[in-house]
């Protein structure tokens, strides 16, 4: 269901346009919507190229209300205001979570909660890149030891991966301090090992601010801004619309919604794939749902709380060894893992193919 008054911010899309590729490592996702739709088989890229998908239009709103549980939640109108790789989004309320008859849903981790944020933030237009981790690390993350031999592209437009949370923190640290001019760096890091890239880890992480949200200089997303940057005032299963039924989790079908703004293992060829590819949401984000999981900075959690939430997870909880989330879906995930409001729960320290978009409070 969608809401408001809508405008067109993009038109079509092809489906399985072949690309440069760069390779990551598999891992198994999770869970999705329904829609009725007819399964396409898979098709190589030989078949698949010049071929021309169905229409896909996003859509934004001018603004909603929804009342949940006896809760009203307001969205503001959703309007992209990108530039310099960043783009704006203003504070307001969004619904977290998902329906119960959304396909896929973690029943204690997806309750439908009325959030609201109340200050606007800076988001990455894209995934962080290979080419801008390189300017940080000579050691690319995806070439390390425990990635899937052979996958070690280092494709400058691709998604970085295999990142531990911890150097996702320390690459959004020096990105603060080199600035210009400077921010201050958010986390103050303790305890650490190993190098940069080569699967360096902290037993102490702190924040350098009263809150995450009050810190100004380069963060990750936290949970609840990250959805409702994705989300981008939509409802559904992603972005797009819902998702086409699956008969059984792992299920890998074709999806027009999904195809038309993600890579995901329909369309994926298993590896990643150069950003900005797929249509953006309507704030003007690409790649939000599939190419990489995205990690965020609060812990990953089964159980989430409901009713009204305002500014959720402000601090960094003192065992940082527990899993965190991560977000969105990954080229190698079926389309029920790559909802909006799933999440993954990887250990802090894992090597796994997830990526991550940086964040910064508007003070």
Avoid at 10 to 39: F, K, Q, Y
Avoid at 42 to 51: C, F, L, M, Q
Avoid at 284 to 289: R, Y
Wanted: hydrophobic fraction near 35%.
């Amino acid at each position: 269901m969608r809401f408001g008054t809508r405008f067109r911010v993009a038109l079509c899309v092809v489906a399985g346009v072949p690309a440069t590729h760069c390779n990551t490592t598999e891992r198994v996702g999770g869970s999705a919507d329904a829609a009725t739709a007819s399964p396409v088989p898979p098709r190589d890229d030989a078949s698949a190229a010049g071929e021309a998908g169905p229409v896909v239009v996003i859509e934004a709103t001018s603004g909603w209300t929804a009342v949940i549980d006896g809760n009203s939640c307001t969205h503001v109108a959703v309007r992209p205001s990108c530039a310099n790789g960043l783009c704006r989004i203003p504070p307001g309320c969004f619904v977290q979570g998902s329906p119960d008859d959304e396909q896929g849903r973690g029943e204690n981790a997806e309750p439908l909660a009325p959030v609201t944020l109340t200050r606007a933030f800076d988001i990455g237009e894209t995934e962080v890149t290979v080419e801008q981790w390189l300017k940080f690390s000579s050691n690319l993350p995806n070439n390390r030891a425990g990635a899937k031999p052979g996958f070690t592209s280092m494709e400058a437009t691709c998604p970085v991966t295999h990142t531990t949370w911890f150097e996702a923190l320390a690459y959004l640290n020096h990105l603060s301090t080199t600035s210009v001019p400077p921010l201050p760096a958010c986390y103050q890091l303790a305890g650490c090992t190993g190098e940069v890239g080569r699967g360096f880890a902290c037993t102490v992480v702190k924040l350098t601010a009263p809150s995450i949200y009050e810190c100004a200089g380069f963060r990750l997303p936290t949970y609840a801004e990250w959805e409702y940057a994705a989300r981008a005032g939509s409802r559904t299963a992603v972005y797009s619309g819902n998702l086409v039924r699956i008969s059984r989790p792992g299920e890998v079908i074709y999806d027009p919604n999904l195809d038309a703004i993600a890579w995901y293992a329909w369309n994926s060829g298993n590896t990643t794939h150069p950003v900005r590819m797929k249509l953006p949401n309507a704030w003007g984000l690409f790649d939000t749902i599939g190419n990489v999981y995205e990690w965020v900075n609060d812990r990953y959690r089964s159980h989430f709380p409901t009713g009204p939430q305002t500014d959720p997870s402000p601090t960094i909880e003192a065992d940082v060894s527990t899993p965190r989330s991560s977000r969105g879906g990954a080229f190698f995930s079926w389309s029920t893992a790559a909802r909006a409001a799933n999440a993954s729960g990887p250990p802090s320290t894992a090597v796994v193919p997830d990526g991550f978009r940086i964040a910064r409070t508007i003070q």
